[in-house]
């Protein structure tokens, strides 16, 4: 029962919608194109943008541990510091000053749709162009350019460019100053010390060019902003990258130097280690050799005074072992400089080099003890031959260091490769005008249901029963809402059930006896016993209180019939179990059936149903027949009582026919759905057709809702009923 409840609440919830939708379908419409059109103005006055791509790898240190660094997320790390490496101001600013991105040169496009021109067919923009020529002229049309090759302003400012022949242009400078120049030559103007050439110049004669320099910092901005990285998949170490220009071309160029700008630099900051090395060693050369000469000149004067160039064997062996280990006294020295400069002193490698480097110091310090046991005469020379030796020996281990370095530094590759360099794209990623203008309309359109919506909630709605002190017509009776019945007009081959057929219910039965009691009163002096119901629109309830007084009635022992005069969307035939192809009222006003035959009994009451019949194509002309009237006085005389439903007032103009057969014409208005000014409108149209009405039901009436009133439940209004009751190929 619950999952049946819900089901029902969902069709009803989407019917409302619909509902809605249809009865404001002029102003969706309209907030729709409004929207399609603000879409498409919006569109054409954006840029075209173009955007240039390239890919990099960065490549793994030598020396490194691909598994160690996949564990503790190093390789996620130095990604993440060559992509903010690479968007630093240390790139991007070498870029803007090696291809002078501050100087911008633009022509002047239209104020607004500045890419209509482009968007229009070759002939449509010329004929444009010949009619609007003042505009043609002034603003971008698609066929200009211009490039400037120097640029000099003293103070903040733009030059407007306006061309003026094949090769000759006017410069209005920031001062006001206005000069004439020719392309390719330099244009001063010396009250502002400003200059300009430009080498290029197309468009139209009277075209106009803006051309002025952005601040170094804003242009580093506006690239940084303008490119975007990420890595291709993780843990790939390839990045992705993307520039984005209003020139293709521009595009491609910024990107391609921002790649060798950043490879570059990479490229440097490797060999940083080893420059720095050889400029170490390029102080240290001149000043060992210098050692190594006076070293040997001591030596030779000092062997000249004595007289002798006799070492010692002993002595030999302890100046070899003593030039040894000095020799590796300075590699170390050497290593320990460049360690320091990468490492803490804390560092296991560094840490282990000092320990060597204390070894190497207590076997000298073990030599130099031995040395001091030697012969005075012997020793000198030792210590001397020891001078020249050590010198020389520093000298070549620096001189071969640095040659090291130098073919080091030449052989140095950076730890990044460009696998896809930055290649022209003439397609733009943006605007996207059809992607646009659709989102645009699908967002009117729901703008549209909004306030369609909002119309809708806050409609002034018949609340309570004093909103129909208004109308001052008397209130013939108030139907509260039945449950336990199909909602709605019944489809093909369904059956519905009657409120007589129901369980209970007994203040709604009570409400159609108080009634029956008022129209047997107001029928009591009037002829014909005939009462006719309309509504002003669908849905309303009309049918189902108009059956239900008439089964009322009957029930009271009147003898009474039932006319559904609704030959267009009647369906009371279904409500009583009567075939769709019996005949009715359509066919005896056509002249194909008899009054016998189109009146159905229903079994034990005093009801007779008329239903509607077939679906003729001009039910208002014979409605108007005389064969409907001599219907009307025949029915008079058979039956107690006729009640005639009839089509909604607003949509057809069928009810006022009618009502000129019935002696009580009651509206039927339902709560929180019926709006005030439709029911007037009812009203008006009965008094100008003077039908008066007489009288008002209310359906579907609660005290809560009348007491705090919420716009929960209902359907959409509009004037526009006719459409539902236009004829369709499926007649039923």
Same mark, same amino acid.
């Not at 954006?46 to 240190?61: F, G, N, V, W």
């Not at 996949?70 to 101001?89: H, M, V």
């Not at 968007?119 to 002229?137: F, G, H």
């Not at 050590?390 to 071969?400: C, D, W």
């Given at each position: 029962?619950?999952?049946?409840?819900?089901?029902?609440?969902?069709?009803?919830?989407?019917?409302?919608?619909?509902?809605?939708?249809?009865?404001?379908?002029?102003?969706?419409?309209? /907030?729709?194109?409004?929207? $399609?059109?603000?879409?498409?103005?919006?569109?054409?006055?954006?840029?075209?943008?173009?955007?240039?791509?390239?890919?990099?790898?960065?490549?793994?240190?030598?020396?490194?541990?691909?598994?160690?660094?996949?564990?503790? $997320?190093?390789?996620?790390?130095?990604?993440?510091?060559?992509?903010?490496?690479?968007?630093?101001?240390?790139?991007?600013?070498? +870029?803007?000053?090696?291809?002078?991105?501050?100087?911008?040169?633009? *022509?002047?496009?239209?104020?607004?749709?500045?890419? =209509?021109?482009?968007?229009?067919?070759?002939?449509?923009?010329?004929?444009?162009?010949?009619?609007? !020529?003042?505009? *043609?002229?002034?603003?971008?049309? %698609?066929?200009?350019?211009?490039?400037?090759?120097?640029?000099?302003?003293?103070? !903040?400012?733009?030059?407007?460019?306006? #061309?003026? %022949?094949?090769?000759?242009?006017?410069?209005?400078?920031?001062?006001?100053?206005?000069?004439?120049?020719?392309? %390719?030559?330099?244009?001063?103007?010396?009250?502002?010390?400003?200059?300009?050439?430009?080498?290029?110049?197309?468009?139209?004669?009277?075209?106009?060019?803006?051309?002025?320099?952005?601040?170094?910092?804003?242009?580093?901005?506006?690239?940084?902003?303008?490119?975007?990285?990420?890595?291709? %998949?993780?843990?790939?170490?390839?990045?992705?990258?993307?520039?984005? @220009?209003?020139?293709?071309?521009?595009?491609? &160029?910024?990107?391609?130097?921002?790649?060798?700008?950043?490879?570059?630099?990479?490229?440097?900051?490797?060999?940083?280690?080893?420059?720095?090395?050889?400029?170490?060693?390029?102080?240290?050369?001149?000043?060992?050799?210098?050692?190594? @000469?006076?070293?040997?000149?001591?030596?030779?004067?000092?062997?000249?005074?004595?007289?002798?160039?006799?070492?010692?064997?002993?002595?030999?062996?302890?100046?070899?072992?003593?030039?040894?280990?000095?020799?590796?006294?300075?590699?170390?020295?050497?290593?320990?400089?460049?360690?320091?400069?990468?490492?803490? *002193?804390?560092?296991?490698?560094?840490?282990?080099?000092?320990?060597?480097?204390?070894?190497?110091?207590?076997?000298?310090?073990?030599?130099?003890?031995?040395?001091?046991?030697?012969?005075?005469?012997?020793?000198?020379?030792?210590?001397?031959?020891? @001078?020249?030796?050590?010198?020389?020996?520093?000298?070549?281990?620096?001189?071969?260091?640095?040659?090291?370095?130098?073919?080091?530094?030449?052989?140095?590759?950076?730890?990044?490769?460009?696998?896809?360099?930055?290649?022209?794209?003439?397609? !733009?990623?943006?605007?996207?005008?059809?992607?646009?203008?659709?989102?645009?309309?699908?967002?009117? /359109? /729901?703008? $549209?249901?909004?306030?369609? /919506?909002?119309?809708?909630?806050?409609?002034?709605?018949? &609340?309570?029963?004093?909103?129909?002190?208004? =109308?001052?017509?008397?209130?013939?009776?108030?139907?509260?809402?039945?449950?336990?019945?199909?909602?709605?007009?019944?489809?093909?081959?369904?059956?519905? #059930?009657?409120? *007589?057929?129901?369980?209970?219910?007994?203040?709604?039965?009570?409400?159609?006896?108080?009634?029956?009691?008022?129209?047997?009163?107001?029928?009591?002096?009037?002829?014909?016993?005939? +009462?006719?119901?309309?509504?002003?629109?669908?849905?309303? $309830?009309?049918?189902?209180?108009?059956?239900?007084?008439?089964?009322?009635?009957?029930?009271?022992?009147?003898?009474?019939?039932?006319?559904?005069?609704?030959?267009r969307r009647g369906y009371i035939h279904r409500i009583f179990n009567i075939p769709d192809k019996e005949l009715g009222l359509s066919d005896y006003l056509a002249g194909s059936a008899s009054i016998d035959e189109i009146c159905q009994l229903i079994p034990n009451t005093n009801l007779v149903i008329i239903p509607r019949g077939k679906i003729p194509p001009n039910p208002s002309e014979l409605l108007m027949s005389r064969r409907f009237s001599d219907l009307a006085e025949k029915l008079d005389q058979a039956f107690d009582v006729a009640i005639y439903d009839t089509a909604p007032v607003l949509a057809v103009t069928d009810p006022t026919i009618v009502f000129r057969k019935a002696s009580i014409r009651l509206a039927l208005v339902r709560q929180g759905k019926t709006e005030i000014g439709a029911i007037k409108a009812v009203k008006d149209i009965c008094s100008q057709q003077q039908v008066d009405l007489d009288g008002l039901i209310v359906n579907d009436f609660s005290d809560k809702k009348a007491r705090g009133y919420g716009y929960g439940y209902g359907y959409g209004y509009g004037y526009g009923y006719t459409s539902k009751y236009q004829y369709h190929d499926r007649k039923d």
């Open positions: 029962m619950a999952d049946s409840t819900q089901k029902f609440e969902d069709e009803f919830d989407f019917r409302l919608l619909l509902s809605i939708v249809l009865g404001r379908k002029h102003l969706i419409a309209f /907030a729709t194109i409004l929207a $399609g059109v603000c879409a498409t103005i919006f569109t054409l006055s954006q840029p075209r943008i173009y955007a240039s791509d390239a890919l990099i790898q960065i490549e793994e240190k030598q020396g490194s541990f691909a598994g160690l660094d996949y564990l503790d $997320g190093r390789s996620n790390t130095a990604t993440s510091t060559q992509i903010e490496i690479l968007k630093s101001r240390l790139v991007m600013g070498k +870029v803007v000053d090696k291809l002078d991105l501050t100087l911008h040169a633009r *022509s002047i496009k239209l104020p607004i749709m500045q890419r =209509l021109p482009l968007a229009l067919p070759e002939i449509l923009r010329k004929k444009l162009m010949m009619a609007l !020529p003042e505009i *043609s002229a002034a603003y971008d049309w %698609g066929n200009t350019a211009i490039a400037v090759s120097a640029l000099s302003l003293s103070e !903040p400012g733009e030059i407007i460019i306006t #061309k003026l %022949g094949a090769t000759t242009f006017l410069a209005d400078f920031p001062n006001g100053q206005k000069k004439t120049g020719s392309i %390719g030559q330099l244009l001063n103007e010396p009250k502002s010390r400003s200059s300009i050439k430009i080498s290029i110049l197309e468009g139209n004669v009277g075209q106009k060019f803006k051309v002025y320099r952005v601040s170094r910092f804003q242009k580093i901005k506006e690239l940084q902003r303008q490119i975007s990285v990420k890595e291709q %998949g993780p843990r790939t170490s390839v990045l992705a990258i993307r520039y984005q @220009d209003l020139s293709s071309e521009l595009a491609r &160029k910024i990107l391609d130097e921002i790649t060798t700008t950043y490879l570059a630099q990479n490229i440097d900051r490797n060999a940083q280690d080893v420059q720095q090395s050889i400029n170490f060693l390029q102080q240290q050369l001149p000043l060992a050799k210098q050692r190594s @000469d006076d070293a040997q000149e001591r030596l030779n004067i000092y062997l000249t005074q004595k007289d002798t160039t006799v070492l010692g064997d002993s002595a030999q062996s302890l100046l070899e072992r003593r030039t040894n280990l000095e020799s590796q006294y300075a590699t170390i020295k050497l290593e320990e400089e460049q360690l320091r400069r990468r490492y803490r *002193s804390e560092h296991p490698t560094l840490k282990d080099l000092i320990l060597r480097k204390s070894l190497i110091e207590t076997n000298i310090s073990s030599v130099e003890d031995e040395i001091s046991n030697l012969p005075e005469a012997q020793r000198d020379i030792y210590n001397k031959s020891q @001078d020249v030796e050590i010198a020389q020996e520093i000298y070549r281990q620096f001189l071969n260091r640095y040659q090291e370095l130098e073919i080091a530094k030449a052989s140095t590759i950076g730890s990044v490769r460009i696998i896809d360099h930055a290649v022209r794209n003439s397609n !733009p990623i943006a605007p996207k005008t059809l992607k646009t203008i659709i989102i645009g309309m699908g967002i009117g /359109a /729901a703008i $549209g249901v909004v306030i369609a /919506a909002f119309l809708f909630i806050f409609r002034q709605t018949i &609340k309570t029963l004093s909103d129909l002190d208004s =109308l001052n017509l008397p209130l013939y009776g108030v139907v509260g809402r039945v449950t336990g019945l199909s909602e709605g007009r019944l489809r093909q081959k369904q059956v519905g #059930k009657r409120l *007589s057929e129901l369980d209970g219910q007994q203040i709604a039965k009570e409400a159609f006896k108080s009634i029956r009691t008022s129209l047997h009163f107001g029928l009591a002096d009037k002829s014909p016993k005939a +009462v006719a119901i309309t509504s002003a629109q669908p849905a309303d $309830g009309k049918s189902f209180v108009s059956y239900n007084i008439a089964e009322s009635i009957a029930d009271s022992g009147l003898k009474t019939v039932f006319i559904d005069t609704d030959m």
